[in-house]
């Protein structure tokens, strides 16, 4: 606790948003009683620390591009939830995706026509102004540079774009024919793009990726490990089951990247059915029986090529989604047995002190672990 702010972890558990201190302590899940909504996500926060952007979607398959989303501002002193993004509406589906630089305004990303688009516009919806075309492709993944001044994100086919916040001076950072280019990351110091490359005709369900860096003018790009970084996590039993891309992170102070480093031959108990259509890619078959291997979480030098490995992988455990705290001391991540609910855990920078924290709201997992400081009570 400093300067009357508490740090906590926010993560999802069964659609809805939880708390916890990194000690294990004061577990709670938020509970804003808005009728008709499926599900709820963390969006960014404000500067002050004392409130931020949530997301509510009227069905839990957000994937789907029709579904009527809700952007709001959360306060955590008052508790007070207000619907913000309703003025001159865009389309149904529509998210937050960052606050800029003065937090009057913000960058959306609405679905519309098929399109994923990048707009900016006021907190309350109007004055949108067209970043990305009709036509141009489906972009999301945004990231806005640290110094507020530039957006990365990647767009169909699946590149990886940066450009100035009125859509000018675009550069394409990684472009390939056959490659799929997903999730770009500044490095603390704006120099560097951290992305995943997959191979969809070789790995159809998305599982694996290699993790590249980049220069955010498209001057350099490097490719830094093998493919074998889990990418499309899928995991849990049907009852608990969990996925979604499993990107990477900076560390603080530029140095690391966080990995995840699958075994040999490992593979999921879900499987993806290259046999059947696939109309909204999460086409699999659960067979545990079937799973092997697992993950472990490293860190990468990606300059130097040093490797740190945080974690051992006991059979059939997946390690996964790691992200550090804002000091560079520790890092929470998630951990999935084959078939039974994902775990959150935290530990120590250098992999001691790992610390199981919670199995989610009614046991039905825990996942997308994030630090975040809130005025304390």
């Not at 507020?148 to 990886?160: D, E, S, V």
Request: aromatic content about 12%; proline content about 6%.
């Amino acid at each position: 606790m400093a300067n009357g702010t508490t740090t906590m972890l926010a993560f999802t558990s069964d659609r809805r948003i939880g708390m916890i201190r990194p000690d294990g302590s004061e577990e709670r899940y938020l509970d804003f009683s808005i009728a008709g909504q499926a599900s709820w996500q963390f969006g960014p926060r404000f500067r002050d620390g004392s409130r931020i952007i949530v997301h509510s979607f009227e069905d839990e398959k957000t994937w789907q591009g029709n579904v009527q989303s809700h952007v709001w501002v959360y306060d955590f002193v008052s508790g007070a939830l207000t619907e913000i993004a309703t003025e001159g509406r865009l389309a149904p589906f529509t998210v937050c995706a960052a606050l800029l630089e003065d937090e009057g305004r913000m960058v959306i990303n609405p679905l519309i026509d098929g399109e994923q688009r990048v707009f900016t516009a006021n907190l309350d919806g109007s004055a949108p102004h067209a970043l990305t075309q009709p036509g141009e492709g489906f972009a999301y993944g945004i990231s806005l540079s640290p110094d507020g001044g530039k957006l990365a994100f990647h767009i169909t086919p699946y590149q990886i774009w940066t450009m100035d916040l009125d859509g000018s001076r675009r550069s394409v950072v990684a472009a390939d024919a056959g490659h799929l280019y997903f999730g770009p990351v500044w490095s603390p110091d704006g120099e560097w793009l951290a992305y995943l490359d997959c191979i969809p005709a070789a790995d159809p369900g998305h599982d694996w990726a290699a993790l590249c860096i980049g220069r955010p003018d498209g001057s350099e790009h490097r490719v830094v490990t093998e493919m074998n970084h889990w990418f499309g996590t899928s995991y849990g039993s049907p009852r608990t089951r969990g996925g979604g891309s499993n990107t990477t992170q900076w560390s603080p102070d530029c140095k690391w990247l966080t990995y995840t480093r699958a075994l040999p031959g490992s593979r999921t108990a879900w499987q993806f059915q290259p046999q059947r259509p696939d109309t909204d890619h999460f086409n699999r078959d659960y067979l545990p029986e079937q799973a092997r291997g697992g993950t472990e979480l490293c860190l990468l030098d990606p300059f130097a090529g040093e490797l740190r490995q945080l974690t051992v992988c006991d059979p059939l455990r997946w390690d996964f989604r790691a992200g550090w705290s804002p000091d560079g001391e520790q890092i929470v991540f998630s951990r999935a047995v084959v078939g039974e609910p994902s775990e959150l855990w935290v530990m120590d920078a250098d992999g001691a002190n790992q610390r199981f924290l919670s199995r989610g709201c009614n046991e039905m997992g825990a996942d997308f672990g994030r630090w975040i400081q809130v005025p304390s009570r």
